[in-house]
């Protein structure tokens, strides 16, 4: 059942975080100025899509000694980006001193099979932070977002059971539910990059209290500590951390955090029986398991 526009849900989003790969790039190229170069990434986000990667990229922000770039670049996972090569790549990285660590964030990488060899040849030394949430609740969001924006388009949409069950079962080819599917995903990352290079972030976790799972990537990424609590408040109108800086305080905007497309009872819990062996079949990968439902 397809279901009409009700206008008053509309609301564009704006959010660099869910950007489409080719917008906020600048065309710069390997420039230097007082900020120093544009080097290529130390570091990488790779994923999960909703599970909190802009969080986790403008907190390792507040160090001095990382630079990040602000916008998802896309550069391994769409060909037209590819094609264009090392220097665009390096073109679109933030300007960093010596000993400043480069960082970026693509969401996209993760599930895209031709992204870990890619990355390899470009650097086998790269480190990777993956930040994972519960995957029921990350198929929810990423239903949201792409509600979110088809309402802005005025495009028709479906409802989340419609797209999740097919005849009563959960239809595995639906594409949020095989973005849940991490221990897919991390096998190939595993097959190129060894485990030690691969951080995994409790992104449940950064939500509820962010210094710690901070402290831990700091740790990662060999950092000297400087992030601590004082970086966070709990702002109860976002119902999120938000950051301070230099006095100045910072929350993420609007498109994170926002209220999840209804679900009903018997479809979720469907869900969680379907995630169930996914999920441990990842808690064996990673060595740890989560608190998911
Ligand atoms: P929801 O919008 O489902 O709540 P990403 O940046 O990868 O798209 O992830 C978005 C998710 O980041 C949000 O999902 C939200 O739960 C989570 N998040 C984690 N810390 C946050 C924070 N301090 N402020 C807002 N959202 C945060």
């Not at 519960?134 to 949409?157: C, F, G, I, M, W």
């Not at 069950?165 to 973005?179: E, F, M, N, S, T």
Request: hydrophobic share 40%; net charge positive; with cysteine.
């Amino acid at each position: 059942m397809l279901r009409t526009l009700p206008v008053l849900l509309l609301t564009v989003n704006l959010a660099v975080g869910s950007s489409s790969p080719g917008d906020v790039l600048s065309p710069s190229y390997n420039k230097s100025n007082s900020s120093g170069v544009q080097r290529l990434p130390d570091a990488i986000i790779i994923g999960v899509r909703k599970g909190g990667t802009r969080a986790l990229l403008e907190m390792l922000n507040l160090h001095p000694d990382v630079k990040v770039a602000k916008a998802e670049v896309h550069y391994f996972n769409v060909e037209d980006h590819y094609k264009r090569g090392l220097a665009w790549y390096r073109s679109q990285m933030p300007f960093t001193k010596p000993g400043q660590l480069t960082l970026e964030k693509t969401p996209g990488y993760f599930a895209a099979p031709q992204v870990p060899a890619r990355v390899w040849a470009l650097n086998p030394a790269a480190r990777l932070l993956l930040i994972v949430r519960d995957p029921a609740e990350r198929l929810v969001s990423d239903y949201t977002q792409v509600l979110h924006n088809r309402l802005a388009r005025r495009k028709p949409y479906r409802p989340l059971e419609e797209l999740l069950l097919c005849k009563g079962h959960v239809d595995p080819d639906y594409k949020a539910l095989q973005r849940s599917l991490y221990h897919r995903h991390l096998a190939r990352w595993l097959e190129v990059f060894p485990r030690e290079q691969i951080h995994v972030v409790d992104g449940d976790a950064l939500v509820r209290d962010p210094y710690p799972e901070l402290r831990q990537a700091e740790r990662f990424l060999e950092l000297p500590t400087h992030i601590g609590p004082q970086n966070f408040y709990y702002n109860s109108t976002k119902g999120f951390y938000c950051l301070l800086e230099a006095g100045r305080e910072k929350c993420l905007d609007q498109s994170k955090g926002r209220p999840h497309a209804p679900l009903d009872g018997l479809a979720f819990r469907k869900l969680c029986h379907y995630l169930a062996k996914p999920n441990r079949l990842f808690f064996d990968m990673v060595g740890r398991t989560f608190s998911w439902c």
